[in-house]
Structure formats: structure tokens, C-alpha cells
């Protein structure tokens, strides 16, 4: 079973206005459901790969009846044996329970295509773990006729890189070419206690005069208004949010075209209370204006989190 992510509200309000709450992402192997449900993931969609056919009503009752379950996929693929032949009855049965409005996609490639992604990553073929992958992909694409009819959308994958198709997915799936937010994280952090394992951008602000060695503003931590002039009137401090938010103004944009869908820009100081603290707050603020960004604001340290 997937981890189930947080959508951002903008995310999610863009999902709600035209979308699926029930998706089955099926198709080729090879032709790229990983990076499909990887999408559908990131929208906010509870996944689940691989869950056998008989127990797909189950879980999409299952989705009706959970509150935290808004949307969810599934995919189905030939690794799931002879039971694949009950798929279309259990499909149509789907389609008929009310308020689920099943979507299903479907994923191919050309032959040409396919055989080279798996000499590239060198795993066999399911149905032919002893044969060559063409052989497989052929009895595949048999096996695979009567769900493709069902299909409400087919997508060839053929020459598409990892980030159009997730723009394909991310459309089919909110009805909408608009792009999902990319969340932000601004994290404040010491690196008395290291760097956060989950930044994608660091910057240390160490070389700014630091407020603990001022008795008054030592008990107090960048959130508070003293703190915050002491460490923001600096010259360096003023240069460093002008040149890092002309960066990520730059990057952000870029970030979001690849599909990028999260990004941590971490905000270290020595002991994480003063100094990055009061900078994340500046900064975020800042980013709060570039179009496309979602942004939330966490202090490692002082154990508040803002969106």
C-alpha cells in the first residue's frame, strides 16, 4: 500500500472541481503505472498497487465510508494471474454503486519502446520470467484487450519523459491542465542537531550577528518581534533574504514545469532558536507572493508548524 500523502488546499480545491474519486490505473508493463500512481499520490489520492480483484469493491466501499478517504486508485495489472479475467464484470458492478464514479486509465507503449525499458532495467517480463520481455508484452496486450475497452482515457506512452506524463495523469485525474501547486516547506533548524534529511535546499545563516549572546534576547526564539529586529536589521541579513528569494524565485517556476510537487528549503543557525528562525519567517512571507507556491513554515527547534 502507498503512503498517503497531504494535499495542499489549493491542490485540492483544483482536484474538486472536476475529478474522479475512484481511479484504476492499469495498462502495459513498463509503460510507466509507477510513475502514474506516484502522481495520483501526490494529488492527494489514497493508493493501493496490486490489490487483488475480488477485493477492489471492498476497498472502494471502504473509500465511501472513511471520512480521511476523499479520493483513491488502485492499480491493476497482469501480476494479478487468472483472477485479471473477472475485472471487466467487476468494473461494470463499480460503476454502478452511487457516488463513486470510477475513472480507469490505461497505460501502453509501442513494442519497440517497451523491450527497450526492460533491457535498460533488466527485470523480466511477469508473464515470461524465462522468455524474452517481447514475448510477454505480446501475450500481455491479449491478456489486456478487454479492460483497454473499458478505458476512459488511453495514454501512449512511447515518447513521453517522466514529467509529461505526469502532467497527462495530473489532468486526467483533476480534469483540469492546470498545474498542482508545489508546496514549500520553510524549515528553521540547528546544526548542533544536523541538517534535515528531507531538505532539498540549505542555507546557513551562522554569519549573522546571533541574539544569544545578548542576555535580553537569549530565553526568547526568532519568533518574537525583538528577536526578529535584531537579527532582520542587519545589513547581511536584508542581502541574504533579497538574493535567496531572487533564487527561489527563479527556481520555483522551474520546479513546478518539471512537476516537482514538494520542496524543503531548510534555514539552519547554530542551535536553531535565534538566528534561522527569524529568517524562515522572513522568507516565507516572501514566497507567499510567488504565483504556484503553497507555502508552510516549520521551526525544527521550537516545534511550530504554519500553513
Do not use: W
Request: hydrophobic share 45%.
Amino acid at each position: 500500500m502507498s503512503k498517503r500523502r497531504v494535499v495542499s488546499k489549493r491542490a485540492a480545491a483544483l482536484i474538486a472541481r472536476n475529478a474522479p474519486r475512484f481511479v484504476v490505473v492499469t495498462g502495459l508493463s513498463g509503460a510507466g503505472k509507477s510513475q502514474a500512481i506516484r502522481a495520483l499520490e501526490d494529488l492527494g489520492f489514497f493508493c493501493v498497487d496490486n490489490l487483488p480483484v475480488p477485493l477492489i469493491p471492498t476497498f472502494a466501499d471502504l473509500t465511501q465510508t472513511r471520512s480521511d478517504i476523499t479520493r483513491a486508485a488502485v492499480v491493476v495489472d497482469v501480476r494479478e494471474g487468472e483472477a485479471l479475467s473477472t475485472f471487466p464484470k467487476v468494473y461494470r458492478q463499480l460503476m454502478r454503486r452511487n457516488g463513486l464514479a470510477p475513472k480507469l486509465l490505461f497505460l501502453e507503449a509501442d513494442e519497440t519502446m517497451l523491450v527497450r525499458r526492460f533491457s535498460e532495467t533488466r527485470r523480466p517480463h511477469p508473464l515470461a520470467p524465462t522468455r524474452s520481455p517481447k514475448e510477454g508484452l505480446r501475450e500481455e496486450r491479449r491478456v489486456l484487450q478487454a479492460i483497454r475497452r473499458l478505458a476512459d482515457q488511453i495514454i501512449d506512452t512511447s515518447h513521453l519523459n517522466v514529467h509529461e506524463l505526469r502532467r497527462a495523469v495530473v489532468a486526467f485525474a483533476t480534469g483540469s491542465d492546470a498545474p498542482v501547486p508545489l508546496t514549500v516547506n520553510v524549515m528553521s533548524f540547528g546544526f548542533r542537531r544536523g541538517v534535515p534529511m528531507d531538505a532539498d535546499l540549505v542555507f546557513d545563516v551562522r554569519f549573522l550577528n546571533n541574539p544569544h549572546f545578548v542576555p535580553a534576547l537569549r530565553p526568547l526564539t526568532g519568533q518574537d518581534a525583538r528577536v526578529s529586529r535584531y537579527v532582520l536589521v542587519q545589513k547581511p541579513a536584508r542581502q541574504f533574504l533579497k538574493l535567496t528569494t531572487a533564487l527561489l524565485g527563479f527556481l520555483l517556476p522551474q520546479y513546478l514545469a518539471e512537476g516537482k510537487a514538494y520542496l524543503t528549503v531548510a534555514i539552519g543557525c547554530t542551535g536553531g532558536q535565534h538566528r534561522s528562525v527569524a529568517i524562515a519567517e522572513a522568507l516565507a512571507k516572501r514566497l507567499g507572493d510567488v504565483p504556484g507556491a503553497q507555502v508552510r513554515l516549520r521551526h525544527r527547534e521550537v516545534g511550530d508548524t504554519k500553513r
